[in-house]
């Protein structure tokens, strides 16, 4: 029991100071490395805690996948730190605003769950299957696909417009950039394209 104290508190530290370090960190490549750290650490509390699955998508997908595909993103652009920094007081004063809004919001949730105890009674009667007749991934299908099944569905929605804003932000128009006009290639005529010379033996075009 000792033990496994001593590794919630030592994962969950972790866990928070990497996170604190992911937004913190002034280096791209060293926010994306601290964001694997706290995937790993986030992991180990989910198998404190019995959730083996959890734990094993949070490693294969986020850390095998979605944390090395941001690695490679940010080692092969070309970014310039100098204007990143340059930004940051600039968005600054809506970033402290997003911030104050988050936390007054879990603010209000923290004393309502303190104030009122029936907020704690209606979420104990939504637990999920006994471990005991079924398995951890059993479980967990059974509650997001019945009890959470609109939470599950609006998490998917606000994926895929933050999936969607991030294409539209990075989607730049660079001028003399030659980009393809499947149109106009269509429409166009042979003898808009094609030249046919005729050339002298032994003399160039």
Do not use: C
Not at 86 to 112: D, H, T
Not at 122 to 145: C, E, F, H, K, M
Not at 179 to 203: C, F, M, Y
């Amino acid at each position: 029991m000792i033990v496994q104290a001593l590794a919630f508190y030592i994962f969950a530290a972790v866990a928070i100071l990497s996170g604190l370090m992911v937004i913190s960190a002034r280096n791209p490549v060293h926010s994306v490395l601290f964001l694997i750290l706290a995937f790993f650490n986030a992991a180990g509390l989910f198998v404190l805690l019995g959730a083996e699955f959890l734990a094993m998508i949070l490693v294969v997908v986020y850390v095998g996948a979605v944390a090395v595909m941001f690695m490679f993103v940010v080692m092969m652009l070309d970014i310039n730190f100098a204007e990143l920094r340059q930004g940051f007081l600039r968005y600054l004063p809506i970033g402290g605003l997003v911030g104050m809004i988050l936390l007054v919001e879990l603010l209000v949730i923290l004393g309502g769950w303190k104030l009122s105890p029936a907020a704690s009674s209606a979420v104990a009667t939504t637990v999920a299957p006994a471990l005991d007749n079924v398995s951890n991934t059993d479980a967990l299908g059974r509650l997001i696909y019945t009890h959470y099944l609109y939470l599950f569905q609006a998490a998917g929605i606000v994926l895929l417009i933050a999936m969607i804003g991030a294409i539209v932000l990075t989607h730049r128009q660079r001028p003399g950039a030659r980009r393809q006009n499947i149109a106009r290639q269509v429409n166009r005529r042979p003898e808009d394209t094609l030249e046919i010379r005729k050339v002298a033996s032994g003399k160039g075009v």
